[in-house]
C-alpha cells in the first residue's frame, strides 16, 4: 500500500512556472508507475503525465507537451511535476496517483493510489 501526498501549487500569472511535489510513503515506491492527473471545475478527471519506475519511461498529454516535466527520485519516495509557460486552462486540482505495475496507462481506473489534490491556478 501507498499512500501519497502532494504539495506545491498556488497561484501563479499566465506565463510563469511552478512546481508540485509527491511524496509517498511505502517501501515499494520505486516499483511503482506513477502520474499526475488534474482535474478543473465541471470537467472529467484527465491525465497528465506518467512516468514508470526507472523514469526511463514518460507519457505526456498533448495539452502540456513541451511545458510540463515529470520526474522521480526513488530515494527520497518522490515524483515531481515542473509546470512551464502555464495557461489559464492549466488550473485544475493536481493529483498523484500510482499502480504498482503495468505500462503507462492513461485511464484514471487504472491507479490505485491517490493523493488528495493540490490546488493550481492561473490568472490571466
Known amino acids: 500500500q501507498v499512500q501519497l501526498v502532494e504539495s506545491g501549487g498556488g497561484l501563479v500569472q499566465a506565463g510563469g512556472s511552478l512546481s508540485v511535489s509527491c511524496a509517498a510513503a511505502?517501501?515499494?515506491?520505486?516499483?511503482?508507475?506513477m502520474a499526475w492527473f488534474r482535474q478543473a471545475p465541471g470537467k472529467e478527471r484527465e491525465i497528465v503525465t506518467a512516468i514508470s519506475w526507472s523514469g526511463q519511461n514518460t507519457y505526456y498529454a498533448d495539452s502540456v507537451k513541451g511545458r510540463f516535466t515529470i520526474s522521480r527520485d526513488n530515494a527520497k519516495n518522490t515524483v515531481y511535476l515542473q509546470m512551464k509557460s502555464l495557461k489559464p486552462e492549466d488550473t485544475a486540482v493536481y493529483y498523484c496517483a500510482a499502480r504498482s505495475d503495468g505500462p503507462l496507462y492513461r485511464g484514471r481506473a487504472m491507479y490505485n493510489y491517490w493523493g488528495q489534490g493540490t490546488q493550481v491556478t492561473v490568472s490571466s
Open positions: 511505502g517501501s515499494t515506491f520505486s516499483t511503482y508507475v
